[in-house]
């Protein structure tokens, strides 16, 4: 599923879905309403530069265009910003995988930067879950240039999955 339409980004915590609203539907469900606009999107993305693009199970797709409050003092994109939305498209696929009233969260992961993605360059995150417990999951991610289709880092996360109740 890809959908276009640039969910509207929450500006107060009045904004963002309630516990209620993440737990009265699966994650799936939740990535898709984001995606959609259904549901505001978390304020990291817009102060980053990434938006989640698609979700299916096991699957989703950022994409973000660092910025020139990204670069570190060496004048390079900073490792933290391959780091967030690493984390974030790999930890989204593990939500995809969620049940009705389940919760997650980053237990550790680790990112490998294989080349430097020059400031301004449109990349494309791309998370997969490798595997989906009853309490752990792990995935995987890829960052990839959106025109050229270099490789420009990779990850690895573990997420630990919780019942809210």
Known sequence: MTDTARPFTA???DQMPDMDALLSCSGLDFMRDMIAG???APPIGATLGFTALSADPGRVVFEGTPGF????P???VHGGW??????????????TLLDKGQIYTTL???VNITRALPLGMAAVATGTTQHGGRRTATAVG???GRDDGKLYATGSTTCLIMDAA
Do not use: P
């Open 11 to 13: 500006t107060s915590l």
């Open 38 to 40: 259904r549901l505001t």
């Open 69 to 72: 409050g990204a670069l570190n």
């Open 74 to 76: 060496m004048r390079g």
């Open 82 to 95: 391959y780091g967030a939305i690493l984390d974030s498209c790999m930890a989204c696929a593990v939500m």
């Open 108 to 110: 550790e992961y680790k």
């Open 142 to 144: 890829e960052l990839r």
